[in-house]
Structures are given as structure tokens and as C-alpha cells.
């Protein structure tokens, strides 16, 4: 597949996830951590013109120069942004609008991916390519918290099933002591944060095969986990009271029932499905309360080749810091990374919401312990 | 006009309204003061399924059981509701399906009131009536908020223009000290809280014949109005300094010279023009830098007949105080006015976007005195 | 008793308030609207050294030039201030170091009010007798806020006893319509508030003779008076929700018996006594149950001379609003009363705190409607 | 040393470091991190009452049953607290009280521990001893907050001067490549969280042999660094502009000169000293300002033999997360470190607060990274 084909091969997949969506579902923006789905195709279009076309193409006519301000994230380096808890007071540009810069700047990028492309600039195109599938991982937890939130709980997909088939058996497999490499090894695209590969020293450690599932985890409920302050760390026990948190997101106990928000609607609990949904706070307690731990990021990344993954996200033990050797890029892509690289936790895997081909084993996905929006899981070690 | 036209032309006029919008512009809540237009054409709807249709037409289906729950603004007799901050997270239902549902309302109703109706009833309904152009009213406003705060300036309506030819000679009309009366007489429709009517006692007073203009609001801003303390009250002046305030909202200083959001985008500021979308504040420190005074809302009543009133809501001096003998009726329709009733200012006239035939000389109008997404002027006293 | 006698008078009695003090009593802000007492000891002092010393005396060698800094309350013609919040982190000046300020500018005043003063000077410093005064209340009311809100529960006064046998019959007094004058006339100090005198009308009306007392309350809250949304106004029965108000301030349910802390310390619930510690709130929705309501304050100064009172604030309907002709005073005196009048109610009468001789029939206090450490009760109309 | 005259020694320092205070400095909190010096006393008093003196001495008198509500710190165990931001709201029990409750409870204590005492009851006094310490430590640094965030600034220590010519050369020593082992090894007093001693793989490093000092901060704040968010984390960026820092907490720019606090008050800053009052947001962009990094706490473990350190706390790299095997004891000390592996980062070395002996070069310190009250300084590895 070349450039091109590559290129509209993810955009289109963007457009498919929005497919089922009411114009509405593309404003809203519930939570700040969850924005419109609009502005993540905006967004998304925006890192190309801005990148890519406008410093290459000569001669290259912006769609519409305000929508830099509009459609800018984080990134300092390229002006004034309309600050992030403000995406969802935004009626325009319209989802018509929008879908009309897509195919602007598709049109142009297309044309422009026609000559031959290679060193730093195809690097970046590369890396445009997976920033648009971390934003379409993002476009569907954030339209599953936009619908699952509603009071109507109107369903994304009415066939929609996940599969709870697919489970390892529940053994721990055993990893050895020793001296092991960590990171990135190779030619292919990768992040900045996976390198430098670099030696860590293991001690020895068993970990699950398996994920926790639903039924384990209402287990540590009804054994009153949640109303228990010692397997919590102090800052998780606050966020417990202050939000009143007494299950998973999207879980809701209904005549004494547990149902489950999924993108088909509102259903019964399943209880061998892999639990997902839940903080690292909630992670972190459960594994207490079982008498284990959440792995490492290294001892993740050295196991993983004993059992399968990519349902779920994995909350680690890991801090989300810098490896032996880190150093940011020059300019905007460098704001890319490092710096969130504090009072985050790692996780590792990929979940049913990652693109394929996006994760690897040394991905380093990071989140704030609090947040649950992702369909997260755990993984225990003793 | 029989009720059930008067019913439909009030109806037709809440989506005339909504007419020039794009659906994303029916959706969001950039404030929490502002609804989104889909909401209060839920919302009035619900007003005339919920007290009209249920309790008086046998076998009546409501529309969708979930719309209790999302309509209701503040009537704590009718059950639980969305908080009013929420609106805003709601994708769902639809523009589309608010339609349905307001066509579904709207034949219901046109054939209930087909049938002769009286007494308690008719009253009820001409309440709705009101209260559905009062919605009306803050459609207006409220879409003025949404396109006038978003950094693309898009316009209602590319022609609107406000005429600011029709302005008084700035005169002072002299009303003699005495005893006269006040609030509602007659048989037409009115609100509670304009009664009863009674008697109060004034002194003398010079109102002004027109409305303060924004040439004249420009020399207070010239003059460091909004720099110098003594002309504001306390919490007036905590709210300049939090909110950094230095204009009436939707104007900009752009290059050296003011410019104004209208309803047909983006203007030079009409100097000529009635000054708009201010503060209670604002209005009493400029009456103090002018070394008069605002109104109370009695000298108001009294001297109305003396001046053209109507093209913006005039702040007045007094507070939201129930009048000797006010009593609120019973039930949800008594949560209408009564409850409001502390700290909040009278407003007194009619402004452009007040739907015909619903003001009055009795009208009493109250926002908090912060609030400034109305249409709200300034008349002086000396 | 001359003014240097007067001025004694009233310097010694804030101290006395104060002897029964802990040094660290003297410190502590529990919330913004409670001051420290060693602050107001400071800040009165400075009014003195400020406005009449600083001025007229020759060579007035002020006592620390960064007093003026910390002891300035809401001047804003006087300079920078330490902000109202911060009072309580301040442990310095000590209190020993305000006590010598106090003595140092009691000297040097008590030296300059032995010549002759007349005019405009003296009614700065009966405005600053006055001031004084207004601080002594506060310095009571925030004494037993610091003391009442102590898990310690520690008295002022074991001896303390407030008189539950002065009471008058609940017999009601009506007082005709007609024009009645309103106003402060005379040659005595009051404030510019009470200016001009001017008349009003009032409509028939009866009014209670006597205060509601705790028994009567406590049958509102037998009765479920905060449960039920119908007696509050709408933002009164969010501060109930809000703040999880279920009794008046100082009221403490402990194993089913009510409670209340007293100077004295916790004593059993004196049902006899006139209730106190109550807000506006309160005050309306316990006269709403009743089917009854609060005297605005043109009511309650004319029926004044028809029953005692003195016992409490009373809360009237009344907002605090100028009276006709009212007009500030030029520079920082001016700063004393007008720039509050917006968003609080009036309050008439006077309490236990209130210093012999400083209140009057046409006295107007003012608080915020949710506000409850003063000693304020209710007086019903019908 | 016996065990009494250990505890006899450390008790006395706590007194010692309050000397010099004036009883309304004992009472204030001017942040939430900063407990009032009388909390202190009382706090590390209830430890040694609750855990030692309660379960061990029969008939031991509680000194007061209400100081287990005002003194209990965050121990869930040991049942309910004054939540930590109103210590500063409490002016009782008094200082002198405060005193009382100290010589009760040593009077018991060094009777108790006249007696042989061993095994886990030695090494709970012992942990008592190291709790009182890390208490002394906060002592200095809440007193130097309190009296340094004063409008008069008053001196703590009028003679009080740090020797600013204790300072190696700033040389950069280089620790070669390997496995290292990390954590308490032996039989003295230690925390849990020094252990488990494990094996850590370090890459070739090169650490300075001596402390960033005022004058190179100075440079880092001459170029710009508080305005360029590229040296910045996203959230250190967001920290400065919220908060408008621009320079280490206690420095002042008075007329163009640089001034600090120090314990002998407000002083010339002497740039040879040791930089110190820093976040680690700052730690951070400064060490990227000079092309450089912090050290990992792995990595300073091992560099510690080459150069002296002690004089501050440094910030590391490294987030503050349990050692493989770490696990936490049962009960009320077993709240004591575990619960706060989230979101903090960890300091190693000492600073001149900090108690003689109570450190050690695996001592694991940690904050969250926006707090500057402690003596915090910067490191740099390349």
C-alpha cells in the first residue's frame, strides 16, 4: 500500500466510525476529558493542512484561517486555541462544514502524496497517520460516554456484541529474574516515548494469563470494596466520596439488577466479560483486596508474549516518566509526548476500540488515574 | 382569533424563530443562563402535554414517557429533572424528534381546543401561551449568545438591522409627588405577581424621555468608567475585576475602533444606536458617573405614558419584591413567579425580541443583576 | 459627657468584650464573614489614626505605616488591603501589639478631643463612635461563631443567661392605611441611609407583637418545613440542599434532644426564648408555612412604637435599597453605606450584641439572605 | 542513649523549635498544607497517647476524649478528624493546653518506658520518634510560611544565617553502566517504603557534585524561563500561568533588586547559595533550560558516596511507587506511607530542617510536584 492509499485508507476509517451518528452527536462535549466528535474530525485534518500541506505544498490555499484557532489542541507552538472545556459551546463550523475540510485537504493530500515522499517529511506524515487513529480510538469512547450518558441511552449499533468468548484460562505464568531490554527495537513507526531501549532489572514475578472479569470484580463489590478505605491509596478513598463512586462507569443497578450501558443500549451485565471502564484507583483497590498487584510496565512488556491481549487498556503500577536517553523533537511534533510526562499512569495493551495495527507491545498509552472513559482493565500479579 | 389559532400562531412562531439555524446552532449551552434552542422547544412543549393534555383529555398517549425527565425546567412538583447546567450534554432527543414531538403536542392540543373552554382551564392555557412567548424571547437571545460568542461571528440573518432612527428628543418629563397606582387592572391576562394593584407614594421626579446611546455609553468607557471604583457598587466592582469587564458584551475594540456583534454578524458599533446588553452594574455606575439615577420600577409605571418604551428591557432601581397581597397559586403553576422573588432586579418595557402584544405597562420583568445576554438598557432620573 | 468621655466609653467596652479571650481566640477566621477579633480591635483603632488623627494633628507620628495595610477593611480610596479572606492567616501584629495601638492612638485622640470640635470633624468622630459601635456586634457575634464552631464547645461566660421571661403576649396589631413618613428626622447622629425622611404608603396590615420563639420553630421543623421545597424560595431551598440546612445555626440534635450552644456553652434547648441565628431563607419559608409573611421595613418602623423590641434582628421582606434623595458622602466616608445597597435585605430592630444606644426606630442593618451568625429572628404579618 | 532519653531528647527539639514563637503564631494555616504549629504539638503528642500509652499502659487516663477528634492526622482507623483545611479555624485547645497535654503524656511515657520493651512495641516508639522527627522538619518549614507570607515579615531567628560557602566544586562525577542494588540494608530504624532492597539496571550517567545555586536560577529567570513553555511540562505550563509564579516562593523584586525571606526576615538574596523553594514543575523546566535532566532516586541512591549532600531536599525524576515487594502493615502504621504512592514524586537527601540523624541515603521523601514550602533544590545529570 502506498502513501496515498494508506492515507485515505485511515481517513475514511474516521468517517465510518461517525457514520451512525445524529448531527447532534457531533456537538456535545459532557466532560472536558470528552470532546466533540466534529471538532476530533476537525482536529485531525487540521494536523495535515497544518503540518504538512501549508510548510510543502507552494501555493497551498487554507480552507478557512480561522480554523486554526478552532481546531489547535494543546499545541503551543501554533497560536491561540479555543480552550478545551469550550470545544462543545461551539455550533460552527458546522458537521457539513467540516466534512467539506475533510475532503479539501484529502483532495490536496492526495495530489501531494503522488510524488515521492521520504526522511523526516514521511516520518511526519507517519505520524499524522497515527494521531488520526489515536483520535478515532478517542471518537469512540467519547461518543460511548456521549450516548451512554444521555438519559435515553440510545444505542450506536443495535447488533453490537463483544465477544466473551475469547478468554485465556486464568493461570499465572512465571517470569524469571534478570537483566531484560525495554523499548522499541526496529524500523518501523514508533513513538518517541518507546525509546531509548534500555535494560531493566526484573525480579521475579507471576502474572495472570487472563483479565479480571465482570463476575471477579462484583465480588470485591459485594464485599463492600468500595466502602473499605484500606485498599485505597488516600487520593483514590477522596475520589471515591467525592463522586460517590460505588461501580464501574456505565454500570447501573436497576431493581436490584446490574445492567451495562453498551453501544447496543442498555443490557444485562454479562458477567464473563472482561471488566472494563474502571480508574486506576478502582485497579488499584481491587488488586489489594485480592491480595496482588497491577504489573510494571517493564514486567508487562516482557511477559506479554505468554498470553493475549488487546481487549482492554491496562492500568500498570508504572508512572508514565521519561526512558533512559528520552529527548523531545524540535518544534510542535516534540510537544507531542514528554510533556505529560508527569502525574500520569502508564497503560499498556490496546483495547476493541484501538485501530488495528495501531498498538504494539512497547505502546505506552497514559492516562490520569482518575479517568475511566477508556475501556479499561486489569491484570494481576503475585 | 379563536384559542386554537391563537394556540397555532404562537406555536409557528417559536420555529419561525429557529428557522435560519443549522441543527448544531439548536444544541449547545455555552453558559449555563443560555438553553439550547432545542430545549426550550421541548420544554414549552412539554408545558402544554404535561399541564394541559394529561390531566384534561381522557386516554391521552404521552409522546415519550423520558421527556418528563428532560423537559422540566424547575418545577420541583413535577418530579426529578436534568440539571440545568446538563442541557447542553444532551445530544439526544433530536431537533428531528423535538419536531415530531412538538407536531404530535400541537395536533392534540388543536383538537382538544376545538371544544368550548373556560374558566381555570382557558386561564391555564393562556399562561402557556405567555410562557411559550417567553420562551420565545430567550430563543431570541439565546441564539444571539450562541453565534455571538463563537469566533466565527456566523449571522442570524445576513439583512437584520435595528432602525436607530426612532429615538425621543433626550427629554426630561417632570412627574408631581403624590399618591398613585400601581400593578394590573382589568380582565386580560396578567401575571400573578402584577398584583394587587395599590397604592404607593412618590415624590417628585425628571424621567428621561429616551434611552441612554451607545455615543453616550462610549464617553463613560472614554472617561475610565470602568477603572474608577466610586461610581459602582461593591459587589459591582468585584464583578469588573473577576470577570475583567470593560465594554458592554458583544462589543470589540478591534484595531482602534469598537465593533458590535448584530444579528447580522459582525458591525461597526451604530453610535446612534439604544446601548444594549449591559449589567444592572453597569447601568447604576453609569447613572452615578452621570450623577443621576436609575428608576424605581413605580416612578416607571407612573411616568411610561410620557415616552416611547419597547425597543430594549429598562433596569430599574427596584428589587423583585412580591406586592402588597401577592399570593401564588397553588401547585406547579405556583412555582411561576413567587419563588424568584430575592435578589433579583426589576426590568421594566419590552425589547425587540419581546414577542408583540406580550409587555405591558405592568409588566415586571427580573434577571439577576449580573446577567447582560438580554436586551437590557438604560433610562436616567434626576 | 463629652466627646473625649464618650470616646473613652466606648474604646474601653470593645475591650471588655474582649477580656474573657484566650489569646488564640483573638486570631481565627472559620469563615470569610467572621473576623478575627484582634482585626477588628486593629481595624477600629484605624479608622481613628486614618480619618481623624492622620489629618488634623500636626506631626501625628503614625504608630506602624504597615497597619494601614493590614487593618484596612473594604476602603478602596485608602489604598492596597490585605484581602478579607486572608485576616485569619495573619498572626501578626501580635495581640499585645494591637493593644498597644490601641493605647497609643487612644492617647493621642483623647489629647486631641480636649480642644474644642465642632462641625464637620465631629460627625467624623461620632461616625467613628458609630463604627465602633457596629464592630462591637460583630466582635460579639464572631466571638461565639469561633467558640460555637469549636468541637470543644468552650463558653465565653459560664454565667451568661439570656432572659427568656421578657416577652410579650403573640397578640397582633393593626395599623391602618394611609401615608406614613419614613425616615430619620432630628438633630442626632444617624447614618446617611436613614436619609431622606419621605413618605409611604402602606396598605392595612397586622403585625405580631411578639417574636417567634424556638418552640413555634421547632413545630415547622417537626412539621418537615425543610423537606418541603413549597415554603422556600428557589434559591432559599437550594442553600437548604446545598449546605444540608436541617436547624438554625447553634442547634445540635443529640440522642433525639435539642440542643444549643449559648455563651454558657451547650445547654438543653430553651423553647421559651425568642429564636435566633436564622436567614432570610428561614425567616420566609417558616412565615410561608404559617400562612403569613414578613413586615417590609416601612411596616415595621411604623407599628415599632406598638410592641418592644431589641431582643433580635428582625429579617424584613424589604431589600436595601436608597431612599429618595438619598446621596453618598465624597471620599472614603462616603464608602460606608450606599455601595452595599444591591442583593441584601434590611434588618430592623436590634439585639442582645447591639451597644446600649446605637439603635434606633429608623436604624437599617443589612445582610445577605443566607447569612445566620448574627442574632437574627422573625416578627410574622398577616 | 536509653529509650526514654531518646524520647526526651526529641521531645524537648519539637518545644525547642517553638521557642521562638509568639502564641498567635501556634494557631494560623494560611494554606492547607501549612498545619498550625500548636497542631503539630498536639498531633505528634496523640500519636505516642493513641498507639502507644492506650493499648499498652492499664488504667491509662485519656488526657482529654476530644483530642482524638483535633489531633487525628488522616488515620481512617482511628475514627473521625477536623478535616485538615479547618486546623487553622481552631483556637482551642489553647497553646498553653497544647503544653499540658505534652508533659502528661511524656510524664507517662518516660514512666512506661522505664520498663524493657521490645520487639514490635520497640519499633512502634521508634517509628513514634521518626514521625515526631518528619513533624520537626514541618515545624521549620510551616513556621517559615507562616511568618514569611506576613505582611510585616518578622524574623523567626533575628541572628539566624545560612553558611552559603559550604559548596563543592560543580563538578560532574560519572557512574558507570550495571546492576545496582537500591534500599535499606541492615538493622536500624528504616520505612517500609525503603524496602524491598532490589536490583535496578542504570545506564551510564553523569551527576553533579553540587547543588544549583540562586545565581543560576537567576539566569534561567533573566532568559525568559518562566515564559517559554517549551523548558515546561503541559501542566508545570498551566501551574505558572494560574498561579503567576515568576520566581522561587520568598524571593521578592523590590526596585529592581532581588530580596528573600530568610528566618532573620527580609534579606538581600545571597546568590551563592543553594537555590532552594522550588516545584518540581521548576526543578524540571530548568534543568531542560540548561540541556539537562533530574536524577532518577536510583541514581542518586548510588551517586551519594561522591559528593556531600544535606542541605536541601533534591527532586528526582522519579515517581513515588512501592519497591518490588513492598508491602504495608496491618492496621492504623500501616496507613502510614503506602497509601501515597500516586501522583508524587520523591525527594532524596535532607535539608537543614531536617532532624540530625533522621535521614540516610536511602531515605524516600515526596511531594506533590507544585508544592515550594519545603527546602527543595535542583541537581542536574547530563
Not at 251 to 279: C, E, M, P, Q, R
Not at 298 to 318: K, L, M, P, V
Request: charged share 20%; proline share 4%.
Amino acid at each position: 500500500m502506498n502513501l496515498a492509499e494508506h492515507y485515505t485508507q485511515i481517513r475514511k476509517y474516521s468517517e465510518k466510525i461517525c457514520a451512525p451518528l445524529a448531527t447532534e452527536d457531533y456537538v456535545v462535549q459532557p466532560i472536558a476529558d470528552v470532546s466533540p466528535p466534529k471538532w476530533h474530525l476537525g482536529h485531525t485534518t487540521w494536523f495535515f493542512e497544518t503540518f504538512v500541506l501549508k510548510p510543502n505544498v507552494t501555493g497551498y490555499q487554507e480552507f478557512d484561517e480561522n480554523y486554526n484557532y478552532v481546531f489547535n489542541s494543546y499545541y503551543e507552538t501554533v497560536g491561540n486555541r479555543v480552550i478545551r472545556t469550550d470545544r462543545g459551546n461551539l455550533s460552527r463550523p458546522s458537521v457539513a462544514d467540516i466534512y467539506k475540510y475533510r475532503a479539501y485537504v484529502d483532495e490536496a493530500m492526495v495530489k501531494f502524496l503522488a510524488q515521492p515522499i521520504d526522511g523526516e517529511l514521511k516520518e511526519l506524515i507517519t505520524l499524522g497517520f497515527n494521531h488520526e487513529q489515536q483520535h478515532q480510538e478517542l471518537l469512540i469512547t467519547d461518543i460511548k460516554y456521549i450516548l451512554g450518558n444521555n438519559p435515553l441511552f440510545p444505542a450506536y449499533d443495535d447488533h453490537w456484541k463483544e465477544d466473551s468468548s475469547i478468554r485465556n484460562e486464568n493461570d499465572f505464568v512465571t517470569i524469571e529474574e534478570g537483566v531484560y531490554e525495554i523499548g522499541y527495537q526496529g524500523d518501523d513507526f514508533h513513538f518517541d516515548n518507546e525509546l531509548n531501549r534500555h535494560k531493566v532489572y526484573l525480579n521475579e514475578f507471576s502474572i495472570s494469563t487472563a483479565l479480571v472479569n465482570n463476575a471477579e470484580y462484583l465480588e470485591f463489590i459485594n464485599a463492600g470494596g468500595y466502602q473499605n478505605f484500606n485498599y485505597w491509596h488516600a487520593e483514590g478513598w477522596d475520589w471515591v466520596k467525592t463522586n460517590s463512586i460505588s461501580a464501574p462507569m456505565y454500570w447501573h443497578l436497576i431493581d436490584g439488577g446490574w445492567f451495562n450501558y453498551t453501544f447496543a443500549g442498555l443490557k444485562v451485565l454479562d458477567k464473563n466479560l472482561a471488566l472494563s471502564h474502571i480508574s486506576y484507583y478502582e485497579a488499584y483497590a481491587f488488586a489489594s483486596w485480592k491480595g496482588m498487584r497491577l504489573p510494571t510496565e517493564f514486567e508487562w512488556e516482557i511477559a506479554a508474549e505468554h498470553f493475549n491481549w488487546g481487549q482492554r487498556w491496562e492500568w500498570t503500577e508504572s508512572a508514565y516518566l521519561p526512558y533512559p536517553g528520552f529527548s523531545k523533537a524540535p518544534g510542535a511534533i516534540g510537544e507531542y509526548n514528554g510533556k505529560f510526562m508527569v502525574n500520569q499512569k502508564v497503560l499498556r495493551g490496546a483495547s476493541i476500540a484501538t485501530p488495528e495495527n495501531h498498538s504494539r507491545v512497547t505502546y505506552r498509552n497514559f492516562f490520569h488515574p482518575n479517568l475511566r472513559w477508556q475501556f479499561t482493565g486489569i491484570r494481576l500479579v503475585k
